[in-house]
């Protein structure tokens, strides 16, 4: 494994209830393991999403896994080791809440990927970010005055308030509330183990 591999965010960190709270990287798990706060899954077979296929394991009995095809592992001294894909936090119960990041992928989300607008539903790339109050006019790049707009619809409100442009917002722009962690977590690496504790 590169060292690279090493220090990505490719462990799903769940609490004591399995229930999906954070990711690591396989250094922090490893560390995590040893010092026995955290225990690994060993998710067995293709299909996952039967209980009997994970077994927690011990930083002890880990270290005596066999490395499958297809894992990831790094070298030691006594051999290959495999990476674990999620472990499970021994004394933590919560799902902290977080709000989510202000970025274009989370105004889609906010606004059901319609125009503000018009009502239309959009189809990525159909659509862009629209200042309400022009950025020219000192409008904020923030969560109350950006929404989701056809790209149609923003290059001919321009530099304009909506109300200038003859246009009116569907509702007003307000910041998300705060949502359980694990509504937020995505699967970036597509690691199929992570399937059966995120949301679809």
């Known amino acids: 494994m590169s060292s690279s591999i ?6 799903l960190v769940l609490n004591r209830n399995w ?12 560390c995590q393991m040893a010092t026995d706060t955290a225990t690994a ?6 299909d996952c999403r039967y209980a009997g296929q994970m077994v927690p394991t011990k930083w002890e ?18 051999g290959s080791i495999r990476v674990p894909t999620v472990i499970v936090v021994a004394n933590f119960a919560k799902v902290p809440k977080k709000r ?4 274009s992928r989370n105004i889609w989300e906010r606004d059901g990927g319609r125009c ?3 009502g239309r539903n959009l189809r990525p790339g159909e659509g862009n970010i629209d200042h309400v109050v022009p950025r020219s006019r ?3 790049t923030d969560w109350e005055n950006c929404v989701l707009a056809s790209r149609d619809v923003n290059s001919r409100k321009a530099d304009r308030t909506p109300e200038e442009a003859g246009m009116k917002l569907l509702q007003q722009p307000k910041t998300p509330a705060e949502v359980p ?5 995505r699967n970036v690496h597509d690691i199929a183990d992570w399937d059966p504790f995120l949301p679809n």
């Not at 090493?6 to 462990?11: A, E, F, M, S, T």
């Open 6 to 11: 090493l220090n990505q965010n490719i462990v």
């Open 19 to 30: 229930q999906a709270i954070n990711t690591r990287t396989p250094a922090e798990a490893f």
């Open 41 to 46: 899954l060993d998710i067995q077979g293709n």
């Open 61 to 78: 009995d880990w270290q005596k896994l066999p490395v499958r095809k297809g894992d990831a592992s790094i070298g030691t001294s006594r």
């Open 100 to 103: 989510p990041k202000f970025n």
């Open 116 to 118: 503000q607008y018009t």
């Open 138 to 140: 000192g409008g904020a």
């Open 181 to 185: 962690v694990t509504m937020l977590l």
